[in-house]
């Protein structure tokens, strides 16, 4: 399974971006626990927000009341809604799929925040 995550841009702090997921060459299982991460410059890579089945969700206290994830395994796509984007949020965004525990990861997207 190949991801392609989209959406990144350059935003003014206080505004929105929904990011986007592909899955190409596979589909999304609904056993799929689907996830985005992001890594800001000089840090580790961190859990933003985690979806399992459906509804089940998890979110990082960062940004927990800012973001929305979602999952649309018809058309294979995981989705990020973020909102009230501020410039510590400046970041390449990663898309996860973990399979039975094997990690499969695309390329990110870049979110750039103003202030």
């Known amino acids: 399974v190949q991801l392609q995550a989209s959406g990144g841009g350059l935003v003014q702090a206080g505004g929105s971006l929904r990011l986007s997921c592909a899955a190409q060459?596979?589909?999304?299982?609904?056993?799929?626990?689907l996830g985005w991460y992001r890594e800001a410059p000089g840090k580790q890579r961190e859990l933003v927000a985690r979806?399992?089945?459906?509804?089940?969700?998890a979110y990082t206290d960062s940004m927990k009341g800012r973001v929305i994830i979602s999952r649309d395994n018809t058309p294979n796509t995981v989705f990020l809604q973020m909102h009230i984007l501020q410039p510590e949020d400046t970041a390449v965004y990663y898309c996860?799929?973990?399979?039975?525990?094997?990690?499969?990861w695309g390329k990110g997207t870049l979110v750039t925040v103003s202030s």
């Open positions: 979806i399992t089945g459906d509804t089940n969700t």
């Open positions: 996860n799929l973990d399979r039975w525990g094997i990690d499969f």
């Open positions: 060459g596979g589909r999304i299982l609904s056993s799929d626990r």
